[in-house]
Each structure stands twice: as C-alpha cells, then as structure tokens.
T-cell receptor, first 115, second 110 residues
Framework: AGVAQSPRYKIIEKRQSVAFWCNPI?????LYWYQQILGQGPKLLIQFQNNGVVDDSQLPKDRFSAERLKGVDSTLKIQPAKLEDSAVYLC??????????????FGEGSRLTVL | DAKTTQPPSMDCAEGRAANLPCNHSTISGNEYVYWYRQIHSQGPQYIIH???NNETNEMASLIITEDRKSSTLILPHATLRDTAVYYC???????????FGTGTRLQVTL
C-alpha cells in the first residue's frame, strides 16, 4: 500500500478551516507535507522524523499547523484559509532520514479550492 | 542545495528516446542528482539518482558529465504514459530535503 491521503478534494470559503490527513507507508519514519500551487513545483511545508519536527521553516505558522502525534499518521490544518492557499497538498514518506536511497513516496494529494 | 536549470518543455515521438537535460553548474562534491516525474493529477514519482557515475534502472538512464555540471535523463523508448513534468533536483544525500523547481514538461506524441 502506498501513501494514503484524504480528502482528495475540498472546497471552502475564505476564513474557514480545513484539515487534511495522511497515512504514510508502514515503517517509514519520515513524513513530509508539500504545497503545490498550479503551474509550480511542490514546496516543502514541514518535515517530521517520527513525531518530531525536523524542518518547518516554510510553514506559515500563523495559519498552518501540522502534527504527527504517534509518529505514524499526520494531520495538516489551515485556519483561517486564504484565497492563496488554493493548491494541492501532497504528503510523502521515506525511510528514516539518512538511510536508503532517499527516495520519497508521494500520495495523490488533496486539492483545496478556497473561494 | 545547488540550483538546477531545465528547459520548460520538450516533445518526443512515441517509441523514440527522450533525452531531458539539466544544468547544475554549482553542484558540490557531496550533492546527488535526483530525477522525479509527476504525471497529471498524481504525486511525484522517483525515477533515478546518481552521484558521478552513470546509472540505469528499469525506468531510465542517468548520464552525468565528468565535471558534474550537467546531466541527462534518458527514457529509451518513450510511450504516451511518459507524458509528465520531469524534475531534476540536486541535494546533499538522503538526509537533506527535496527542493523542486518548475521542471520540464515532456509531451510524448504519436
């Protein structure tokens, strides 16, 4: 089984809140959330190693939050949403940082539209 | 991590080899070249990576120049299903983060 994400699609109005869920590949200690705006490459928002944050330097912390409480699945929340948050939110996982080929396995993404 | 430069788009006839170039003139000695692709409405997919030797797997071949300032991803017999955006990424080993540019949009045609 690959990386599971839900929901696949979400439409909300600005100032509302939204949450996305990700379940990584079993045994993968590292989990990533990327934001992909139409026409651009994915941008890393946050990286977890088990349940600890490794890198959240590009996460807009005034409105975005993410957690991975038990070191397995993760939730990304946006509150309140802005029009510019319209994007695909991609979750990825990999073996423990520094091991293996460094290959990331991506889910199919959650497409958010903010009206 | 070093920056990369790729052409925005390329075309290739089905059955022919697709050669996708990437420039990474500021690459450091400990940085690897990774290639990913993203088919429409899907997440990116790992293709191949290398340090300085040429690499081949079931999907593609990676040719890295001797000075490591550029590389070429080769899809030996492109099919319509290879139509995607291809990203060339340079990063310092498995521990550093994957930073995507805008990639090359490859269109494979009949």
């Amino acid at each position: 089984a690959g990386v599971a994400q839900s929901p696949r699609y979400k439409i909300i109005e600005k100032r509302q809140s939204v949450a996305f869920w990700c379940n990584p590949i079993s045994g993968h200690a590292t989990l990533y959330w990327y934001q992909q705006i139409l026409g651009q490459g994915p941008k890393l928002l946050i990286q977890f190693q088990n349940n600890g944050v490794v890198d959240d330097s590009q996460l807009p912390k005034d409105r975005f939050s993410a957690e991975r409480l038990k070191g397995v699945d993760s939730t990304l929340k946006i509150q309140p949403a802005k029009l510019e948050d319209s994007a695909v939110y991609l979750c990825a996982s990999s073996l423990i940082r520094g091991k293996g080929t460094g290959e990331l396995f991506f889910g199919e993404g959650s497409r958010l539209t903010v009206l | 991590d070093a920056k990369t430069t790729q052409p925005p788009s390329m075309d290739c006839a089905e059955g022919r080899a697709a050669n996708l170039p990437c420039n990474h003139s500021t690459i450091s000695g400990n940085e690897y070249v990774y290639w990913y692709r993203q088919i429409h409405s899907q997440g990116p997919q790992y293709i191949i990576h290398g340090l300085k030797n040429n690499e081949t797997n079931e999907m593609a071949s990676l040719i890295i120049t001797e000075d490591r300032k550029s590389s070429t991803l080769i899809l030996p017999h492109a099919t319509l299903r290879d139509t995607a955006v291809y990203y060339c990424i340079v990063k310092a080993g498995t521990a550093s983060k994957l930073t995507f540019g805008t990639g090359t949009r490859l269109q494979v045609t009949l």
